[in-house]
């Protein structure tokens, strides 16, 4: 069992840039992908980006592809959403999660999930 903590969402102006970070706690295996998601109220939770966390593999939605980066550090057992020139659009609930077995971008494949960050995109 792996304890998600995300942080750093917060209000910013279009344009901005802002890192996401989900600090997790318990033994990661290089199996592991690591994902983010973002929801807005009344829609599906949305996949953003996934990590290999063994080889470091990366994958984004068209949506976010050339504007995020994830990252992480098995050193500290983090996972960063780095995001650049942020869009209103992109203003939702982060979350952080965990699949045991491999690559998905179905939120109903992710085995533990964090309580989420708020960022806002506005002007």
């Known amino acids: 069992q792996v304890e998600l903590v995300e942080s750093g969402g917060r209000l910013v102006q279009p344009g901005d840039s802002l890192r996401l970070s989900c600090a997790a706690s318990g033994r990661i295996y290089s199996s592991s992908v690591m994902g983010w998601f973002r929801q807005v109220p009344g829609q599906e939770r949305e996949w953003v980006a996934s990590i290999r966390w063994g080889v470091g593999n990366t994958y984004y939605a068209d949506s976010v592809k050339g504007r995020f980066t994830i990252s992480r550090s098995t050193a500290s057992n983090t996972v960063d959403l780095q995001m650049n020139n942020l869009k209103p659009e992109d203003s939702a609930v982060y979350y952080c999660?965990?699949?045991?077995?491999?690559?998905?971008?179905?939120?109903?494949?992710?085995?533990?999930w964090g309580q989420g960050t708020q960022v806002t995109v506005s002007s």
């Open positions: 999660a965990r699949n045991r077995h491999g690559l998905a971008t179905r939120a109903s494949e992710y085995d533990e």
